[in-house]
């Protein structure tokens, strides 16, 4: 046993109301420089929807992730003989095109423009050449459905949908849409690392966040095809790539990143979890079927004796396995099993889990009266306005069963609040459907506890990072300390 | 020869060789000591992907080939002439080596086409990338014309070129191995020393810092802040 530990994520997306904060606090923060105007490293898609940037989750068309071939993992973008082969023109790297044109207004038009019948514009001008511009598309351009039916239609976890199915996701009355916010997933296998030929990409060993080393970065750009969540990002201007660093300068402070400190609906968990480094490669090469259970057992019991024992023998620290057995990411992903990682089926091992969304509440119309309570609790799941295996593409690998399983738990844990609050639900009736749904009633009074009622501190449990003890290695800390900040840094420069 | 034009080859092929080779070394370097973030091969394949397959592959693939072709006369002098001892096998090597040149000859016309056409491409390319573009134009079309007119170069680059690199390599430069040859063939030599002294000014750095070890290298990299060896020696010790 080889315990790491990593800082792990859960969105609750049941609680998102796609309102874009988090996008917004990481662009002030960290992408608006030149180059990296059309970067989202965190950004809210509309599902079913083509994303951002388009399509990304066809990999047919960008090759992201891995794949098994003869019972071996490998690149699906670069194999490492294909990469030399393929350096000069990467035949899979997404283009500008597939994202959008940044742009501006030419707001000086509105008091320059002379006398008119007309009123003045503010013409859009892009932010690559300067030059006027139509606006062809942009980062959130089928938010809320927006746009022409094609967008929504186009989603390629619509695949294996019954044609029916699809004409009722965008029928009028029935049409139905939910938030998907996203961020690097800071993935145990990350294609991005293992694709990089200058080894510029790394994991950070002690909590796990996956960077760009900006000076080793020579812009070769297999990073960009071979993350199947095209997460990673290609400055234009600087020719390197850049990502999502998890706000590690905030994390290191204590600090949650922004996205997860501004977020309204406060939707976003963020924790420690103790894996098992040695099995990485065993559990990416699972059967698609077994990948999510899987990776669940990946994830080490941070109460056991034994994974305690390893974890400091590993050099982890005390107050970091005391963070882990308060992680709120364990309890939602291994402990109540709500919280599942975005298409783990790419097999990078994503560290950031989604609690699946409920649809709206479906009534069942008996003699022209709605009808809320039936005898079997969970209809309304495997009927709903989106279809169950709609979801299970997203977050199942393809099974509906751990979809359902999560969304039973939360169903049952809304009803038992309502037996306990509202009345209208017997007690008798709530807890048969806890009963069904394999959940006890302390754990729904915990699930209820930390989905509705969590504090700051709930959410975000933040180790301290024991930079410390890293600069112990090779200096003083107090000479440190004084001599901290005082050098020469070289700008972000492209060329000479 | 007059003494004026022997100075004057001695100067071209004797010092300059020195001051390019000098300014290469000394600001690559320096630069990638100094400013390692600069150091990046600056793809525009992001900005527009349609065109860049059509310059970029040929252009690569025409220049690595006919490098090695260079190399190669520079080192196993004897093994080319051996080889073109029969005339078929001449043919074939002068074909190859002329295909791969012209390749690149459209390679680079075509990602000249394409950063004049593309607004965005243009955008992110500096007075140092037409430069650059200026002077390896000029090298592939006097190669092209010397394959086509001073033939065969597998034939004499052993014999007069040869000596006179390795006379550059020994440092004790022999100008007369190439005072007697065309001025197509000393453009040539020239600008090859031009373009390695601009060579660390420019985008071409990336050539230095091509990927070696990848093909080697396990699939994941983990970086460690702290120091574990020594981590771990201080818990054996207490």
């Given amino acids: 046993m080889n315990v790491r530990s990593q800082i792990a994520m859960t969105f609750h997306l049941d609680k998102c109301i796609g309102c874009h904060t988090c996008s917004i606090a990481c662009k002030n923060i960290w992408t608006d420089r030149k180059g990296t105007e059309y970067m989202w490293w965190n950004n809210v898609e509309t599902k079913p929807g083509t994303g951002y940037p388009a399509l990304w989750e066809d990999q047919d068309k960008f090759k992201g992730g891995w794949e098994k071939s003869k019972g071996k993992l490998r690149l699906k973008s670069t194999g490492k003989g294909r990469i030399v082969a393929n350096i000069f023109h990467n035949p899979s790297q997404p283009s500008m095109d597939d994202y959008y044109e940044p742009w501006t207004y030419d707001y000086q038009n509105l008091f320059n423009a002379p006398e008119g019948d007309d009123q003045p514009t503010a013409v859009p001008i892009s932010m690559v050449t300067g030059e006027y511009m139509d606006i062809e598309s942009g980062p959130n351009w089928d938010d809320d459905l927006s746009g022409t039916p094609a967008y929504a239609r186009n989603d390629p976890n619509l695949s294996t949908l019954t044609d029916q199915q699809r004409q009722q996701l965008t029928a009028i009355e029935q049409m139905v849409f939910f938030y998907f916010p996203r961020i690097c997933n800071h993935c145990l296998n990350p294609a991005c690392v293992a694709s990089c030929p200058s080894g510029a990409l790394y994991k950070r060993g002690e909590d796990g966040i996956v960077l760009v080393d900006q000076k080793r970065c020579r812009a070769w750009r297999s990073c960009i095809a071979a993350c199947p969540y095209k997460k990673v990002f290609y400055n234009w201007s600087t020719g390197k790539s850049e990502k999502c660093i998890l706000c590690y300068p905030r994390i290191e402070t204590g600090q949650a990143p922004a996205c997860f400190h501004s977020c309204v609906g406060r939707i976003r968990y963020l924790g420690v979890l103790l894996y098992d480094a040695d099995r990485i490669e065993e559990v990416a090469r699972l059967s698609d079927e077994a990948l999510i259970e899987g990776h669940r057992s990946m994830i080490l019991d941070p109460n056991d004796e034994k994974v305690i024992a390893a974890a400091k023998e590993n050099g982890i620290q005390e107050s970091i396995i005391k963070a882990a057995q308060e992680s709120p990411v364990y309890q939602f992903v291994k402990v109540w099993k709500l919280a599942l990682p975005p298409h783990i089926e790419y097999r990078t091992l994503p560290m950031l889990f989604y609690v699946p969304p409920m649809s709206p509440v479906m009534a069942t119309r008996k003699n022209g009266a709605l009808k809320s309570v039936t005898d079997d609790f969970f209809h309304d799941i495997e009927e709903s306005r989106v279809p169950l295996e709609f979801l299970g593409n997203l977050f199942g690998a393809g099974q509906t069963a751990p979809v359902l399983y999560a969304l039973k738990k939360q169903k049952a844990v809304r009803w038992y609040r309502r037996a306990v609050t509202v009345g209208d639900v017997t007690m008798e009736t709530a807890k048969k459907m806890l009963a069904a749904a394999d959940c006890s009633v302390e754990e729904a009074e915990a699930i209820y506890q930390l989905t509705s009622l969590c504090t700051v501190d709930d959410r975000f449990v933040i180790p301290p990072s024991h930079r410390e003890e890293a600069l112990e290695a090779f200096q003083d800390p107090m000479q440190r300390k004084q001599e901290a900040g005082f050098g020469f840094i070289s700008g972000p420069h492209r060329g000479l | ?238």
Avoid: C
Avoid at chain 2, 19 to 41: C, D, N
């Fill in chain 2, 1 to 238: 020869m007059d003494s004026s034009g022997l100075l004057f080859d001695q100067i071209l092929f004797g010092v300059f060789p020195y001051v390019a080779l000098f300014t290469f070394f000394f600001v690559t370097i320096q630069r990638y000591r100094v400013q390692k973030f600069t150091f990046s091969s600056l793809s525009s394949q992001f900005l527009e992907n349609k065109t860049h397959f059509w310059g970029m592959v040929p252009f690569h693939y025409g220049l690595i080939a006919v490098l090695t072709g260079h190399t190669v006369m520079m080192l196993f002098p004897k093994l080319v002439l051996n080889w073109n001892s029969v005339p078929v096998r001449l043919y074939v090597l002068e074909a190859t080596m002329f295909a791969f040149a012209a390749l690149s000859f459209i390679g680079v016309i075509a990602l000249i086409r394409r950063r004049l056409k593309h607004s965005k491409v243009r955008m992110v390319t500096s007075k140092a990338d037409w430069v650059l573009l200026f002077f390896l134009v000029l090298q592939i079309v006097i190669g092209l014309y010397m394959a086509l007119f001073n033939r065969w170069g597998s034939s004499w680059f052993p014999g007069a070129m040869t000596p006179y690199l390795w006379s550059l390599a020994e440092f004790s430069p022999n100008v007369s191995y190439i005072s007697a040859l065309p001025l197509m063939v000393k453009l040539h030599v020239i600008n090859a020393f031009v373009l390695i002294g601009i060579f660390p000014f420019t985008r071409l750095v990336h050539v230095l810092v091509v990927p070696n070890h990848f093909l080697f290298r396990r699939h994941q990299v983990v970086r460690w802040y702290k120091n574990r060896k020594l981590i771990a020696g201080e818990r054996d010790r207490s």
